[in-house]
C-alpha cells in the first residue's frame, strides 16, 4: 500500500524547472528521505506535494488525487509539514504554541472565542505530541526561554499535535550540532513507532542516512538515484552528484578491485517498514566531512 505518491511531478518557474518528471513513493510507517545538493529542487519537492506551488503531474496521497487541492485540504486530509522558518509565536507558550495548531478553526469556533474566550480545550492532541517528542516538561516555557534544538522539538510537535498521517520535514536539522542533531534522530524514530510516517529533507547525510528507511536523491530537480540508505551511499550517481565524477569513477573502481557489484542509478523496492534499516555513520564514502546535501 502506497500513502504518498507522486507521477511525472514537475514544478516549473518561469522557464525554470525546479521539479522535473520526478516519481516517488511513500508508504505507511516508513521515515522515507530525500537529499541532493544545494539547489537540487528539495524543499521545492515539498512545496509541490503540500499545495504550496502549482504542480504538473499527478500526486496521490492516501488513495485520493490532490494535485489541484489547496494547502488547507491537504493538511485537513492528514498531509502536514514544517518550516525551515520556525516562527514559533513568541508570546504564547510552548503548550500554547500546539494548541494553535491542534485546532481546526471553523467561523463557529471563532464566534465561540468571541463570546467565550476561556472557554475549556480539548489538549488531547498537545499531550500526544509531547509525549512522542519528549518535551512535556517545555510545556509551561516561553519559546525565548528554550534551546535552538528544543525549538526545532517544538516546531516538529506543532505538526504533530494536528495528528497527522504523514509528516514533511524540511531541514528540522539545520543549525543543529551533532549532539542534537543524534537526539533529533532518536525523536524522529519515536514518531514512527507512534504509528506516523515521515517525509524527511534534510542536509544532514549522517542523519538521513542513519534514521530513514528509504531513499530517493535528486540533482537539478530529477531523480538520480533511490534505495536503502546502505545502497544510496554506495551509488556512483550519488557520488559524483556530491562529489564528482572523479570520486565516482574512483569508487567503482575500487569496488571492481575487490569484486563487489556497483549499479548506478538503478532503484530497487522500497525497505519493509517493519524492518528498518541503520546503517553506520558513514557519509556516502571515508571522506565527506563537509559536504552540504541540502
Not at 522539538?153 to 543524534?182: I, K, N, W, Y
Not at 510516517?197 to 536523491?217: A, E, P, Q
Not at 564528482?244 to 530497487?268: F, L
Amino acid at each position: 500500500m502506497t500513502l504518498l505518491s507522486t507521477t511525472d511531478m514537475s514544478v516549473t518557474f518561469g522557464g525554470l524547472r525546479a521539479v522535473d518528471g520526478v516519481d516517488l513513493e511513500v508508504r505507511p510507517g516508513q521515515l522515507v528521505g530525500l537529499i541532493g545538493p544545494n539547489g537540487a529542487g528539495k524543499t521545492t519537492f515539498i512545496d509541490g506535494i503540500t499545495g504550496f506551488v502549482p504542480t504538473g503531474g499527478r500526486i496521490d496521497f492516501d488513495g485520493r488525487d490532490i494535485t489541484s487541492a489547496p494547502p488547507h485540504q491537504r493538511s485537513r486530509m492528514g498531509l502536514a509539514r514544517t518550516w525551515q522558518s520556525l516562527e514559533l509565536f513568541d508570546d504564547l507558550t510552548i503548550r500554547e504554541n500546539l494548541q494553535v495548531a491542534a485546532e481546526q478553526q471553523l467561523w463557529k469556533d471563532f464566534l465561540l472565542d468571541f463570546v467565550r474566550p476561556t472557554r475549556p480545550r480539548d489538549r488531547t492532541k498537545v499531550d500526544f505530541a509531547l509525549d512522542v517528542l519528549d518535551i512535556r516538561d517545555l510545556a509551561d516555557r516561553m519559546p525565548s526561554e528554550i534551546s535552538q534544538g528544543q525549538r526545532k522539538l517544538v516546531s516538529a510537535a506543532r505538526a504533530l499535535a494536528a495528528r497527522p498521517t504523514l509528516v514533511c520535514m524540511d531541514e528540522p536539522a539545520a543549525g543543529l550540532d551533532t549532539e542534537e542533531s543524534q537526539e533529533l534522530g532518536t525523536r524522529l524514530r519515536r514518531i514512527i513507532d507512534a504509528g506516523m510516517t515521515i517525509f524527511l529533507v534534510d542536509h544532514d547525510m549522517g542523519l538521513v542516512l542513519n534514521i530513514c528507511d528509504y531513499i530517493y536523491v535528486i540533482e537539478f530537480g530529477r531523480k538520480i538515484a533511490e534505495g536503502t540508505p546502505a545502497q544510496v551511499k554506495r551509488d556512483p550517481t550519488v557520488i559524483a552528484a556530491y562529489l564528482g565524477a572523479g570520486a565516482a569513477a574512483e569508487m567503482v573502481a575500487e569496488a571492481a578491485a575487490a569484486g563487489d557489484a556497483v549499479h548506478p542509478g538503478v532503484p530497487s523496492q522500497p525497505a519493509d517498514p517493519s524492518q528498518p534499516s541503520y546503517p553506520s555513520s558513514s557519509d556516502l564514502t571515508t571522506d565527506t566531512d563537509g559536504v552540504d546535501g541540502r
